[in-house]
Every structure is written in structure tokens, then in C-alpha cells.
């Protein structure tokens, strides 16, 4: 199992962007499809981007379609979410995970990073 850690959150207001990294430890990173995933408070985690191994194949949930887009650079272990037209709605913690569609692979998961957009 790769070993995750997510970074790049912070306070941003309303419009702006972000841009969030996940690093992966382990030789075996590029043979993974990854997911973002994000939980607000009192709410179910819920999934926001994937990404296929090579990076070819992407998708997104309906809410940030348009507005986020998800990479990865192999040669890194990171996978990247560069998030713009921030929404108070998108304040949540988000999380990597390794991802089978829009469902993540592992239970167990990292500490995420806090993103807070205020209106």
C-alpha cells in the first residue's frame, strides 16, 4: 500500500484558488488510478476527482466540474488538485486515496488538508 500525504490547504476567499498536492511514497505510485476526496463537517465523504495511472483519463464530480482539474506527475509520486472559482461550499478537508472510479481503494486514510473558502 502507498503511504499518502496530503498538502497545500489554507483560507481563501470566495473566487480565488488553490492548488493541493498529494505525495506518495513507494516505488509502486504510478501503478495506481488516484481520487480526491472531501469532507465537510457533519457531512459523508464524498468523492471530487480521479485520475487514471498515465494521467490520460479524468473526472470529476458534477459540483466542481469546469472548476478543478486534477494531474499527476509520476516522476514526482504527486498527485496535484488545482482548484479555481473557490465556493464557501467547497470548505471541507480533503484527502487523496488511491481510487477504483469514484470510490477510494483504502480505508485507511491521511490527515488531509483543511480548505476553508470564505464568502
Known amino acids: 500500500q502507498v503511504q499518502l500525504a496530503e498538502s497545500g490547504g489554507g483560507l481563501v476567499q470566495a473566487g480565488g484558488s488553490l492548488r493541493l498536492s498529494c505525495a506518495g511514497s513507494g516505488r509502486t505510485f504510478s501503478n495506481y488510478n488516484m481520487g480526491w476526496f472531501r469532507q465537510a463537517p457533519g457531512k459523508e465523504r464524498e468523492f471530487v476527482a480521479f485520475?487514471?495511472?498515465?494521467?490520460?483519463?479524468?473526472y470529476y464530480a458534477d459540483s466542481v466540474k469546469g472548476r478543478f482539474t486534477i494531474s499527476r506527475d509520476n516522476a514526482k509520486n504527486t498527485v496535484y488538485l488545482q482548484m479555481n472559482s473557490l465556493k464557501p461550499e467547497d470548505s471541507a478537508i480533503y484527502y487523496c486515496?488511491?481510487?477504483?472510479?469514484?470510490?477510494?481503494?483504502?480505508?485507511?486514510w491521511g490527515k488531509g488538508t483543511q480548505v476553508a473558502v470564505s464568502s
Open positions: 485520475v487514471s495511472e498515465s494521467g490520460v483519463v479524468t
Open positions: 486515496n488511491a481510487a477504483s472510479g469514484r470510490a477510494a481503494i483504502y480505508d485507511a
